[in-house]
């Protein structure tokens, strides 16, 4: 689990193909010496396991699932990720709360400067649309953010200086696609909703 805080701006050094997955390797200010083969890193809103660590470098290995359903399947030497280590017992919930299975991926349709921030419109997959509420929590590229405003297939977040800063979203531009998790609550409470069958 985690929380939607980004903690590392990460870089995918190199991708290699093996018999089953990709093999990443991201380099990462992360101290290694903490990260136990086998732990979950939230990588742009995936959550992956650390196959291998170097000293400024994590591995992880990607099946083609995640790659076709993912961003992931576009990364190549030099992108920058999102990354965020796993939420710890005790830990300040700063977020909401983040599963790191990716629901879809979603496409940035415009960015306008508002107040100080950027509105970022973003176009989500129709089958996703009816988790997603004004002031509810939505999950783009492992960041937790508040949905602003909902249009048809559409919504609004406005990301503040310091998250373009210290994300990729101070790199995204209009067409960017971006991995989208739903809030967990919205889809237990669409579940319960649902007429049975």
Known sequence: MFTGIITDLGTVMDATQGAAAVRFRIGTAYDLKTVALGASISCNGCCLTVTDTGADWFAVDVSRETLDHTTLGDWIAGRRVNLERALKAGDELGGHIVSGHVDGVAAIESITP???????????????????????SVTLDGISLTVNAVKGDTFGVNIIPHTQAVTTFGALSSGSRVNMEIDVIARYVARILQPST
């Open 114 to 136: 508002e107040e100080g921030s950027q509105r970022f419109v973003v176009a989500a997959p129709p089958a996703l649309m009816r988790y997603i509420a004004p002031k509810g």
